[in-house]
Nanobody, 124 residues
């Protein structure tokens, strides 16, 4: 059974940093685009960042651009999200997801596999 397991969440003060990791058992992981999404309490899940199959292309939500960095290690079947200058509005459950395509994508509809999520809480 394909699994995506996120880790690295926690409680951090505003201005701090966290690094999220997602290890996957997606077959042929290196063939697929990956992404991070998040869902805050009472809100819909939203796009955060995406990376292409070989890491050559990335895309970010405007709200995190310049603060977050997505990366991947195809040898280790992992995708990471480095989050700097965190703000209270970044508080959410963060999910990694595997696309059905090789390239970047913001739409949740192209992501076929999802992790269970990891909680990130940023205090003011």
């Amino acid at each position: 059974q394909v699994q995506l397991v996120e880790s690295g969440g926690g409680l951090v003060q505003a201005g701090g940093s966290l690094r999220l990791s997602c290890i996957t058992s997606v077959r042929a992981f290196s063939n697929y685009g990956m992404a991070w999404f998040r869902q805050a309490p009472g809100k819909e899940r939203e796009f955060v960042a995406t990376i292409s199959w070989n890491g050559s292309r990335t895309d970010y939500a405007d709200s995190v651009k310049g603060r977050f960095t997505i990366s991947r290690d195809n040898a280790e079947n992992t995708v990471s999200l480095q989050m700097n200058s965190l703000k209270p509005e970044d508080t959410a459950v963060y999910y990694c997801a595997a696309s059905i395509f090789t390239t970047i994508a913001r739409s949740q509809s192209v992501y076929r596999k999802w992790g269970q999520g990891t909680q990130v809480t940023v205090s003011s």
